[in-house]
């Protein structure tokens, strides 16, 4: 017994003695990031050199924009991954508030992109999402998709490479350092810059950009026992009273003057600094060619040090050849890839609303999902029972993970507004409220206010229940004074009101697909008609009319304004009556209409657009006020049954049977500049038989573009055919 003992110490002493041979005693090494916003993509850059050189990162700790590469460092991004992530990661869309558009109804994506300013309201106890122009929804859910696996309560130290990240608690304007917690919300308050972001509430602590206090934490790292420091800062020059000529200048020095506390300190303590120049870049400088510019530029102030960092690893007891493992997070894929589901929690929801969730969902069902059910099952939270937000996180069970959805509080009403300005209308201004009725079958209550030349209010009731469809009614008034032209000259002008009511039993709704049935009532009160020199008299009656309405709409583009790829598709069928049956006794008029358009990317700024639509109506006698209309840039801009025709700014009636033909190219010159050049061509009749047989109309125009957060400021030359003049048009704001 006491040989088979001896025997057992001496292999055990021997193993010991190969691990130490192998792994000798070395010295820790922390990476330290500083905040910076997107000029911490340098980190990124500077990271790959670090890793070139063969460097053992043991420690690594970040503020800011420095505790997000730091936290996605820490648990296996390394530095290409990470070199990948930011390249693909729509910052435009992280950075705000919006839906993702692939979960969005087609009407709710239309909403998104009518109005420049919105704000939703919740009454009762303040919400932890309360207190920045940017609640920071989308960043959260990001966070929580690339730390699966890391998302439950942790010590950071377990981490792959321990991991600390700092806060200030603006309670008392102290530093808050995190070394444990949820990782995703440790990041998501280290760069919660304030005002601009909502802060992060913990318990008594209201946390918001650690910058504030400690924007370069070298001190943290040295606690965590780093015996060396490499450092990336990103901090630029002070900046001199010739710097601060204007408002963002003069508020980006407050902040810099802020994130002044212990840097210097810290900077001196730091073995390897290294000191990224940024200049011409800024903390919201998420364009492609300044991420890419950044990256590089971190990684050639990195190569400057080089032979400080092969030096460097005498002192930490490493061989110069030595190379370490580079680890691969198990969730690189996280955002692509299906995981294995094996439970669905969901907290602060009533019993009712996740009944709800799940008979739609059959999440009872589910094996795996990728994130984007993940982030369907979240919209309909938050668009079919009305909850504010909602969080996700992944908590680790067995071989998959469980899902927990938590919801904040109910939103109570929601105030969104737009404002336009073109030559046609000079200025008009739309507000919109919903406000949800939580009854037993979810109501959602929508008023729409539009001012200008064209005057509108709707009232909409939509219901939400668990079947496939949303049934709506609605009420609509209108009041319009329309400029009706010939041959590019106004002939005459018209007012009326027409009072609306819609019925719309069946309201499919699916990403990108929608299908309506809609029972339609109209009255139309003219209030006059005012006639040009030689135009011929036209008879406008007061009247109602009944209609019925079938409508197929499908919109895959990427971008609702300037799409680089993706297809557009509507298809209505509608008929006429006065009776619910007939035409003055006559059969109804049928109104067969259809548009499609698509987007073929020859380049990543070049992109081509073919579009085909029509308009054909049949029926003995077709109100004026139905009839076909062309001019202008959009479907529908000042009368429903509108067809743009390029080259022809203005509203001009056509024959009853319309076919045309458009192709536009778009060219985005640098990011939101773009030019677009289109050319139409169209048939029309009064007998389809004849169509073409017609004169041939044709038109070109030539437009620029820069997409603004309040829409698109554009100016738009002309010409056609038809018209024989040259039409200029100016506008600001999305379209409504």
């Known amino acids: 017994m006491k040989k088979i003992l001896l025997l057992i110490a001496l292999f055990l002493m021997v193993t010991t003695m190969w691990c130490q041979d192998d792994e000798p005693d070395r010295k820790k090494v922390a990476v330290v990031l500083s905040g910076g916003g997107a000029k911490g993509m340098a980190h990124i850059g500077a990271l790959k050199v670090i890793e070139r050189a063969g460097i053992p990162v043991d420690i690594v700790t970040g503020t800011s924009m420095g505790s997000i590469v730091g936290g996605l460092y820490s648990i296996g991004y390394n530095a290409t991954i990470l070199d990948s992530l930011v390249r693909t990661i729509d910052w435009n869309y992280t950075l705000s508030d919006r839906e993702d558009m692939s979960q969005q109804s087609l009407r709710d994506r239309e909403k998104q992109y009518t109005y420049a300013f919105s704000r939703g309201f919740t009454l009762g106890k303040s919400n932890s999402n309360d207190g920045g ?3 920071g929804k989308n960043l959260a859910q990001l966070f929580q998709k690339l730390c699966l696996g890391y998302t439950d309560s942790l010590d950071f130290n377990t981490l792959p490479i321990p991991f600390a990240c700092v806060a200030t608690d603006i309670i008392d304007n102290t530093e808050y350092d995190f070394h444990s917690g949820i990782l995703p919300q440790a990041m998501r308050a280290s760069m919660a810059i304030p005002a601009a972001f909502s802060p992060v509430r913990i318990g008594d602590k209201v946390l918001v950009d650690g910058g504030l206090r400690n924007n370069y934490p070298a001190d943290i790292a040295r606690e965590m026992g780093a015996d060396i420091i490499i450092g990336v800062t990103v901090q630029g020059a002070p900046k001199t009273s010739d710097d601060l000529g204007h408002t963002i200048s003069i508020l980006s020095q407050i902040i810099d003057v802020n994130c002044k506390n212990k840097y210097d300190e810290n900077l001196a303590i730091t073995d390897v600094p290294i000191r990224v120049n940024t200049e011409g870049f800024n903390a919201a400088s998420f364009t492609d060619n300044a991420i890419n510019e950044l990256i590089q530029r971190g990684e050639d102030e990195a190569m400057k040090h080089w032979d400080e960092l092969i030096a460097l690893k005498r002192r930490i007891g490493i061989s110069d050849d030595f190379q370490p493992e580079i680890h691969t997070p198990k969730n690189a894929s996280v955002l692509t890839e ?4 094996n439970g669905f ?6 019993s009712h609303d996740e009944h709800f969730i799940r008979s739609k969902f059959h999440l009872d069902r589910y094996d795996s999902i990728d994130s984007h059910r993940e982030e369907e099952i979240a919209t309909s939270m938050r668009v079919d029972l009305f909850y504010q937000t909602v969080d996700t996180r992944s908590i680790p069970e067995g ?11 109910k939103k109570t009403s929601q105030v969104n507004l737009g404002a336009r300005f073109d030559t046609e209308e000079i200025v008009a201004l739309q507000v919109n409220a919903d406000h949800p009725l939580r009854t037993s079958i979810p109501i959602d209550v929508d008023v729409t206010l539009r001012l200008g030349k064209r005057i509108m209010g709707k009232g909409e009731l939509t219901f939400h229940p668990r079947s496939f469809t949303r049934p709506s009614i609605s009420y609509v008034f209108r009041h319009n004074d329309m400029d009706i032209y010939q041959k590019g000259e106004r002939d005459h002008s018209f007012k009326y009101n027409q009072h609306q009511i819609n019925l719309t039993p069946i309201n499919f709704n699916v990403r990108n697909f929608n299908l309506q049935a809609t029972i339609r009532w109209d009255y139309l009160h003219f209030l006059g008609n005012i006639l ?12 109602h009319y009944i209609s ?21 598709f509507k298809m209505e069928y509608a008929y006429l009556t006065d009776n619910f049956a007939e035409m003055n006794k006559k059969a109804g008029v049928s109104d067969i209409n259809a548009h499609w358009r698509t987007s073929i990317p020859f380049s990543k700024r070049f992109t081509l657009q073919p579009m085909i639509y029509s308009r054909c109506l049949f029926g003995a006698k077709i109100p004026v006020i139905y009839g076909n209309t062309i001019g202008g ?11 743009p025709f390029a080259g022809t700014g203005n509203l001009e009636y056509t024959d009853k049977h319309f076919l045309a033909l458009q192709l536009q190219a778009q060219e985005q010159l640098f990011p939101n500049h773009y030019i677009l050049l289109r050319f139409g061509a169209a048939q029309h009749d009064k007998d389809f038989k004849h169509l073409f047989e017609h004169q041939t109309l044709l038109g070109g125009q030539l437009a620029y573009y820069y997409n603004t957060v309040v829409g698109p400021l554009g100016a738009t030359m002309g010409y056609s055919n038809e018209t024989k003049k040259i039409h200029l048009y100016l506008n600001l704001g999305f379209e409504f």
């Open 532 to 543: 040009t020199t030689g135009a011929k008299p036209i008879k406008l009656d007061n009247d």
């Open 338 to 341: 299906k995981v294995k589901v």
């Open 133 to 135: 122009i940017i609640k």
């Open 633 to 643: 840039e959009w479907f529908g801009h000042y009368v429903e049954q509108q067809m």
């Open 399 to 409: 071989d998959g993970y469980t899902l927990v959805f938590t919801a904040g509080n």
């Open 345 to 350: 929690i969901f907290e602060n929801i009533t």
């Open 548 to 568: 019925y309405h079938a409508l197929v709409k499908y919109n895959s583009e990427d971008n609702w304004n300037f799409p680089t790829i993706g297809s557009r």
